[in-house]
């Protein structure tokens, strides 16, 4: 194994120390460069509408200006967020208030569920030493898993409350939107005049992949904070809003995303009626299979191409690195990880390849 190592060429291993060198250096300024990640985000989110505006006729059959459509879909946007705000965010927060003053509660009264498990009978048959070792057991569970969605709550309603200092993102916004095409110029300028061509197609997929991804998690965020805040709130499960807003969080976290929005849905089920909880099983197992087989390949189409096994390692590794804001941008951040490995990984192998041919 050894020799198989010292056997590589040496630009392999050039290749790897610079990689690790470029990832080193992207986790010292990611936080410094969050606004400008949130910037671009929301540049995807308003370019179909800024589209949109600009079809609109104006004098002689021009299409609007430019800027008059991108301060359109801001205003757009606005009214959109004020209408969160006074029909979602404020009865969420009331919700999110309740379901904490009821944590204690609820993890007793989940700590207490044998039922689910043994009935009365069955418990008493069990050693006593074994009787201990499970309520142990369901007790840690339960007492984790309470502590991880009072964390996901919390954190998650810090994170959206610290967006409200970045003012800097409204106008990086609208600058992307505005001279996007210049800020690519001024890029691919900065390369020499053989790699331009290389660079603007790294920037082309870069970009699609992002534009695409970033409209279509948004679409399936929705979907499916509203098919799960109304599912729960028919089957009668306690803080539907919740567990729709946890939804919308843990939808952008592919593979991993259903398992961590399930389990507080439960437990909070689970407290309320045991057979509840299954019902509500039942209803996130048959909504996330309709989710990963249907809705997601319809919206998402193939505008990322990851294995589930890089997808969960980057998920595990933005987590720990960057915490919520790590799980949100994990995705993406592989995703163009790897049109830069395509692109680049085997550039000089392919021109070496070219030239023996031509010659």
């Known amino acids: 194994m ?13 290749k790897v120390a610079s990689a690790v060198v470029a990832l080193f250096i992207f986790y010292l300024v990611a936080g410094f460069l969050f606004p400008v990640f949130m910037g671009i985000a929301l540049a995807f989110v308003l370019n179909p509408l800024v589209k949109g505006f ?4 104006f004098r002689g059959g021009k299409h609007l200006p430019q800027v008059v459509a991108i301060m359109l879909s801001f205003a757009a946007f606005c009214a959109f967020l004020y209408f969160l705000i006074n029909f979602l ?19 007793n009264q989940s700590e207490n569920g044998w039922e689910i498990f043994f009935n009365q009978q069955a418990k008493a048959s069990l050693p006593s030493n074994l009787q201990t070792l499970i309520d142990n057991v369901l007790s840690l569970a339960t007492s984790h898993v309470m502590a991880v969605v009072q964390n996901l709550v919390t954190s998650t309603f810090d994170m959206a409350l610290s967006l409200i200092g ?3 993102v409204p106008f990086l916004t609208f600058y992307f939107l505005k001279d996007w095409r210049t800020l690519r110029t001024m890029t691919i300028n900065v390369f020499s005049y053989e790699s331009q061509p290389l660079v603007a197609n790294i920037l082309d997929d870069i970009g699609n992949m992002l534009s ?11 979907i499916a904070g509203l098919c ?7 089957l009668g499960v306690q803080f539907p809003l919740v567990l729709g807003f946890i939804a919308v969080v843990v939808e952008t976290v592919p593979v991993l995303g259903p398992i961590l929005g399930s389990i507080p849905a439960v437990f909070i089920a689970y407290s309320q009626d045991s057979s509840l909880a299954l019902k509500v099983v039942i209803f996130y197992l048959v909504f996330y299979q309709i989710d990963g087989q249907y809705i997601m390949p319809t919206i998402m189409g193939k505008s990322i191409s990851l294995h589930p096994v890089l997808i969960i390692l980057g998920v595990l590794v933005g987590g720990k690195l960057f915490g919520i804001v790590g799980l949100l941008f994990a995705v993406p951040v592989v995703a ?3 049109v830069l490995y395509d692109h680049l990984w085997h550039m000089d192998e392919d021109m070496a390849i070219e030239l023996k041919k031509r010659s």
């Open 89 to 107: 965010v404020l009865p969420l927060f009331s919700e999110v208030n309740r379901l904490l003053i009821r944590l204690p509660a609820l993890t």
């Open 2 to 14: 050894i020799k198989n190592l010292q056997s590589l060429p040496q630009n392999v291993w050039f």
């Open 228 to 234: 799960i805040t109304m599912g729960t709130y028919f």
């Open 212 to 222: 695409a991804y970033v409209r279509g998690i948004f679409k399936l965020s929705m």
């Open 166 to 168: 970045l003012i800097i």
């Open 54 to 57: 600009r079809k609109i006729p």
């Open 336 to 338: 163009v990880c790897k």
